[in-house]
């Protein structure tokens, strides 16, 4: 009999999905360890609307060792409504790795993939790690195939720590209100499909704890208008109620000069790099959308959103735009960091077709939903 098992995890196993996330943090210059407290099933409440943890038990321990995210969420595909998988939190602890327990956590994956729901999916694996995407781009074990799709960036914009008021321009910007929200969905229902994949959204999204933009307030979704028409959305949306990344460590130099950095960073107004331990406070970037990609437009309502968060408790603004989207120059004017994914398309041999079907538009992600 193997000693583990491979089964859907249940709010039973909360605890153990929030030990396993922290336990196995991300390398680089920065060490990060991801949280998800108080629950783990609060915060994956924007993954999808249809969410599956395959988790890997240890029947020695009864607890569990590993595990991997399948959800399936809304989108727009070559413009009209659709639906895409996305594949995504694959952790095993250290001490269980290399026991071929990732075959045959894929050959759960695809026994879940014979629903039929969604042909193709999307994963992300951070550029730099590299025994990652050999072992997911290998084909080997059954695995399905990984399809690259390009570069997605995670822009760190620092917010000032006094507050300051954005320059006036041709766009007005001001902050959504409830009796708003039909025409922001109208809005973006019209100008999001210029993006692969961007999401459809419903008045609950906004509004219900189960809904895909959990904990984003109205007041923090910016409005761009230009004489009485709507023309563009950003929102700031902060998800430490759910989500958390903490730093573990500073590599290399980094951890030698931070002192020196965060002197620089009191005297410039700009935040600083917290202790290890402590969590990274950011405002997370959202709805980044300017009609026919308007880049004053989306200029305008980035400098509005760091002045607003200005002298809040945020130290950075995250911004994710995918390597062709035309919006990104205009927010890497303003990048203190850039955080860099390989984006994949995903799918065994009956996606071929829907994969190939795909056209050109630049692919969207919602940073917040990563």
Not at 64 to 93: A, E
Not at 169 to 182: A, Y
Request: some cysteine.
């Amino acid at each position: 009999m193997s000693r583990y098992r491979f089964e859907l995890a249940t709010p039973d196993d909360d605890a153990d999905l929030r030990h396993v996330l922290a336990a196995t943090p991300m390398g680089g210059r920065i060490a990060v360890a991801f949280h998800r407290e108080p629950s783990w099933f609060a915060g994956a409440v924007v993954d999808g609307r249809c969410r599956q943890v395959v988790a890997c038990r240890d029947l020695h321990t009864g607890r569990i060792i590993g595990f991997g995210c399948r959800s399936i969420r809304d989108v727009y595909l070559n413009g009209s409504p659709g639906v895409v998988g996305y594949l995504s939190s694959l952790r095993i602890l250290p001490e269980h790795r290399n026991l071929g327990l990732l075959a045959r956590g894929y050959a759960f994956f695809r026994a879940l993939h014979r629903d039929g729901r969604v042909p193709l999916y999307l994963t992300t694996i951070a550029v730099g790690n590299e025994p990652a995407e050999a072992v997911l781009t290998s084909g080997r074990a059954g695995l399905p195939s990984y399809h690259p799709a390009g570069t997605y960036h995670t822009i760190a914009i620092p917010l000032p720590r006094r507050p300051a008021a954005p320059a006036r321009g041709e766009v007005s910007i001001r902050p959504c209100h409830q009796n708003d929200l039909p025409a922001v969905l109208d809005f973006l229902a019209t100008a999001g499909p210029r993006r692969q994949f961007f999401p459809r959204l419903r008045p609950d999204d906004f509004s219900n704890p189960e809904g895909l933009m959990r904990g984003l307030s109205l007041d923090w979704l910016l409005l761009a208008e230009r004489n009485g028409r709507l023309v563009g959305t950003l929102a700031g949306w902060d998800q430490h109620d759910d989500r958390q990344s903490v730093v573990r460590a500073y590599g290399g130099l980094l951890g030698w000069v931070r002192p020196l950095y965060n002197l620089g960073a009191l005297i410039r107004a700009l935040p600083a790099l917290p202790p290890p331990g402590e969590p990274l406070r950011y405002l997370m970037g959202a709805l980044p959308v300017a009609l026919e990609d308007d880049r004053a437009v989306f200029a305008a309502l980035l400098a509005a959103l760091r002045a607003k968060a200005a002298g809040r408790p945020w130290s950075h603004l995250l911004l994710g735009l995918h390597e062709s989207d035309p919006l990104l120059p205009v927010a890497r004017r303003s990048q203190a960091a850039c955080y860099l994914t390989r984006l994949f398309l995903v799918c065994w041999r009956d996606g071929d077709a829907y994969r190939d079907a795909l056209d050109g538009r630049a692919p969207y992600l919602e940073a917040g939903s990563l």
